[in-house]
């Protein structure tokens, strides 16, 4: 197992944004801790079962107070920004931030507040508390473990759902930033320096991390997935991956609807991998993904075995998919039908069984289907809802005639209660 903990590179502007004298002891403090947190703590090859672990923690200028137990509620808080993705032998990425427990995060806090590389006993402790919940050694697959692929993130940055959010990343040392420029403590010259040395410091490392992420992914799929023209969306790339027979209409159905991406990956891949658990039994080894038997969804559905679960195990809300309407007896009805179809490259199935499932004419995702505007972009399927029904609104022939009025109806359809 080789590990490693990325930082940023060093800029010249950090000999002035350093010396206190010259900016003022907080903002030096705040951009010293920024110079040296780890952006991302790697696990190459950590089991047989994995090639990689990427944990990519949020900096924290305040790691006293979140050490202390007292603030059990402010590490929690700040845990929320952090992402654990996995890489598996089979090459399909996971999201197992929801697995960071508060042990978990208060042992990233020490290690984060402690010398990484000078602290292997700690290291060690943070990487078992992390292969908890069987995530290094799997003699089989649970029964909801379908439920942290990932398919939210995007390896490009400065879009939505990118792995890389930054809003999040040093909120601190932006404010103090400005602060300083506020109170003359630094001139815009300064100011403009740091914010350039910001943006080229945290494209350069998100690239490394990108690198190495997409290195340990299946190129082939990865270049099927380029075609398409969705980009480096991780939720397709897993559902391309999950059933190799059926990767080529599934692309197909991505190059001619760019704009339904985060649908498919949010209503689909959990479906996918609950039906590759039902007809892999309590055997998953002897059925390979790309060797599963030609068994119908429905069949899985009516035995009751599809999205069983350990009635031992807690079952939590999925606040997104609550959102999305995911769950509803309507939408896995839609979403079964929409599957099957896709994988047999029926085209009008497809635009039909997209329809029903959001209540709209199947004129209007034909019209989609025929035109795929890129500023439509990929929109969640809460929000892809709301923008099918406005365009519904106008007739399925008469909609957005220009970049510009596709903006205003995106930000129209965003219900009141969530602005």
């Given at each position: 197992?080789?590990?490693?903990?990325?930082?940023?590179?060093?800029?010249?502007?950090?000999?002035?944004?350093?010396?206190?004298?010259?900016?003022?002891?907080e903002?030096?403090?705040?951009?010293?801790?920024?110079?040296?947190?780890?952006?991302?703590?790697?696990?190459?090859?950590?089991?047989?079962?994995?090639?990689?672990?990427?944990?990519?923690?949020?900096?924290?200028?305040?790691?006293?107070l979140?050490?202390?137990?007292?603030?059990?509620?402010?590490?929690?808080?700040?845990?929320?920004?952090?992402?654990?993705?996995?890489?598996?032998?089979?090459?399909?990425?996971y999201?197992?931030?929801?697995?960071?427990s508060d042990?978990?995060?208060?042992?990233?806090?020490?290690?984060?507040g402690?010398e990484?590389?000078?602290?292997?006993?700690?290291?060690?402790?943070?990487?078992?508390?992390?292969?908890?919940?069987?995530?290094?050694?799997l003699?089989?697959?649970?029964?909801?473990?379908?439920k942290?692929?990932?398919?939210?993130?995007?390896l490009?940055?400065?879009?939505?759902?990118?792995?890389?959010?930054?809003?999040?990343?040093?909120?601190?040392?932006?404010?103090?930033?400005?602060?300083?420029?506020?109170?003359?403590?630094?001139?815009?010259?300064?100011y403009?320096?740091v914010?350039?040395?910001?943006?080229?410091?945290?494209?350069?490392?998100?690239?490394r991390?990108?690198?190495?992420?997409?290195?340990?992914?299946?190129p082939?799929?990865?270049?099927?997935?380029?075609?398409?023209g969705?980009?480096?969306?991780?939720?397709?790339?897993?559902?391309?991956?999950?059933?190799?027979?059926?990767?080529?209409p599934?692309?197909?159905?991505?190059?001619?609807?760019?704009?339904?991406?985060?649908?498919?990956?949010?209503?689909?891949?959990?479906?996918?991998?609950?039906?590759?658990?039902?007809?892999?039994?309590?055997?998953?080894?002897?059925?390979?993904?790309?060797?599963?038997?030609?068994r119908?969804?429905?069949?899985?559905?009516?035995?009751?075995?599809?999205?069983?679960?350990?009635?031992?195990?807690?079952?939590?809300?999925?606040l997104?998919?609550?959102a999305a309407?995911?769950?509803?007896?309507?939408?896995?009805?839609?979403?079964?039908?929409?599957?099957?179809?896709?994988?047999?490259?029926?085209?009008?199935?497809?635009?039909?069984?997209?329809?029903?499932?959001?209540?709209?004419?199947?004129?209007?995702?034909?019209?989609?289907?025929?035109?795929?505007?890129?500023?439509?972009?990929q929109?969640?399927?809460?929000?892809?809802?709301?923008?099918?029904?406005?365009?519904?609104?106008?007739?399925?022939?008469?909609?957005?005639?220009?970049?510009?009025?596709?903006?205003?109806?995106?930000?129209?359809?965003?219900?009141t209660?969530?602005?």
């Amino acid at each position: 197992m080789d590990f490693d903990a990325l930082r940023v590179d060093a800029h010249p502007v950090d000999e002035d944004l350093l010396d206190a004298g010259v900016v003022g002891p907080e903002l030096a403090h705040l951009a010293g801790i920024y110079r040296g947190s780890s952006r991302a703590l790697v696990w190459r090859n950590p089991s047989s079962d994995w090639q990689l672990f990427l944990l990519l923690p949020p900096i924290a200028s305040r790691l006293s107070l979140l050490a202390n137990p007292i603030f059990a509620q402010l590490t929690r808080s700040w845990g929320l920004n952090a992402r654990f993705i996995g890489v598996d032998s089979d090459g399909l990425v996971y999201d197992f931030r929801g697995l960071l427990s508060d042990q978990t995060l208060r042992l990233l806090v020490e290690l984060l507040g402690a010398e990484v590389q000078q602290q292997p006993e700690l290291l060690d402790t943070l990487f078992a508390a992390l292969a908890q919940q069987m995530l290094t050694v799997l003699p089989r697959r649970e029964a909801d473990w379908g439920k942290h692929l990932d398919v939210e993130h995007r390896l490009e940055p400065l879009v939505p759902a990118s792995l890389f959010s930054r809003e999040s990343r040093y909120p601190d040392l932006m404010m103090s930033l400005r602060q300083a420029l506020k109170d003359k403590l630094i001139d815009v010259e300064l100011y403009g320096r740091v914010l350039r040395s910001v943006e080229l410091r945290e494209t350069s490392v998100e690239q490394r991390i990108g690198a190495l992420l997409e290195s340990a992914l299946d190129p082939v799929t990865m270049a099927k997935l380029a075609r398409t023209g969705v980009g480096k969306h991780l939720g397709c790339y897993n559902w391309l991956r999950l059933d190799l027979r059926h990767a080529a209409p599934r692309a197909h159905v991505l190059t001619r609807l760019p704009g339904l991406a985060s649908f498919f990956a949010e209503a689909l891949v959990p479906q996918q991998a609950a039906w590759l658990h039902a007809i892999s039994g309590a055997q998953p080894d002897e059925t390979r993904r790309d060797e599963a038997p030609c068994r119908n969804l429905d069949d899985a559905m009516q035995a009751g075995r599809l999205g069983a679960t350990d009635p031992s195990q807690t079952r939590t809300l999925d606040l997104r998919a609550l959102a999305a309407r995911n769950e509803s007896s309507h939408a896995a009805r839609w979403a079964a039908v929409l599957q099957r179809a896709i994988d047999a490259g029926q085209d009008r199935l497809i635009i039909e069984a997209i329809a029903q499932r959001f209540a709209v004419d199947d004129n209007l995702i034909r019209r989609l289907w025929r035109e795929s505007p890129e500023a439509l972009g990929q929109p969640p399927t809460w929000h892809l809802t709301q923008i099918l029904r406005r365009l519904a609104e106008g007739g399925p022939r008469r909609g957005p005639a220009s970049d510009d009025d596709w903006q205003a109806l995106i930000a129209a359809a965003i219900p009141t209660e969530a602005r």
